[in-house]
């Protein structure tokens, strides 16, 4: 059974149609994937599974239906969202922005080996562990954001273009970390417009038009497509 199962899942902003009934499903272990051009419906998609935005459909989630649940119970059932332009807190250090990801655990010991596992992943951060977070790069602040949802040891990560606005280096180092978290047993969903990273790491992918899903399947057959080629890996 699916770990993520959205069925139908509409979305609209006033009367413009972002979403127009997509279904996905994500396995427990599997990293899928979410391609599309930029205004496709990715991030009002991930906004829609996690509850920030009203929708229609059905977002079931370990084998429950999340209808009617408020995000933050949502958060605490393990579903752990890195959003586009990261949400990190600007006005704490780093230190703190990870602890805040861990808010909602009793078990010190374990969050404090957590911290120090992701210090160990991320160097940069351990450096600067108390700096003010706003004062980071840009990739810096991707690897917190990372961090701080790792923190709370979610069961379904849900990252939106963990790319965006990244030097190539710094791009690399944050898809090494999404590949190494993935293949500890993590279970993602990944957001990207940059669909040849996208594709390169994940075992499945949907690709997204105008709020519709244009194509499905396994990442290789789909950097395999033709279509796919010409429209979204600049071929
Ligand atoms: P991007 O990669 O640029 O974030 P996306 O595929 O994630 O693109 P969405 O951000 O989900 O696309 O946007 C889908 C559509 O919904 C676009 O046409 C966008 O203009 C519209 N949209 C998104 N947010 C809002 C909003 N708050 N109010 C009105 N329209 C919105």
């Keep these: 059974m699916s770990l993520l199962h959205v069925e139908g899942l509409k979305i609209h902003y006033g009367g413009i149609q972002a979403v127009r009934g997509i279904d ?41 239906s999340l209808k009617g649940r408020p995000t ?3 958060a605490a059932a393990g579903m752990a969202l890195v959003p586009e332009g990261r949400g990190i807190f600007a006005r704490l250090t780093v230190a703190e922005n990870l602890a805040m990801g861990a808010y909602l655990r009793r078990d010190a010991a374990a969050v404090r080996a957590d911290g120090e596992r992701i210090y160990q992943t991320f160097p940069r951060l351990a450096e600067r562990r108390g ?14 954001a990372i961090g701080r949802a790792l923190m709370g040891r979610p069961r379904l990560l849900l990252l939106d273009e963990p790319s965006m606005g990244l030097a190539p280096l710094m791009v690399q180092k944050i ?9 500890e047993g993590m279970t993602i969903l990944l957001v990207e417009q940059n669909a040849h990273l996208a594709l390169q790491v994940s075992s499945r992918g949907y690709v997204m038009e105008s709020g519709a899903i244009a194509l499905a399947g396994p990442s290789a057959e789909l950097a395999a497509d033709p279509q796919v080629r010409a429209a979204y890996l600049g071929e």
Excluded: F, W
């Design 24 to 64: 996905i499903e994500v396995d427990e272990g599997e990293l899928v994937c979410l391609i599309g051009a930029n205004g496709a419906g990715k991030s009002s998609t991930l906004k829609g599974i996690v509850g920030l935005l009203p929708h229609g459909g059905q977002v079931h989630y370990a084998g429950a």
């Design 72 to 74: 933050h119970a949502i």
């Design 131 to 144: 700096q003010l977070a706003g004062l980071l790069s840009g990739g810096e602040q991707q690897m917190l």
């Design 175 to 183: 898809y090494e970390t999404i590949q190494a978290v993935a293949r």
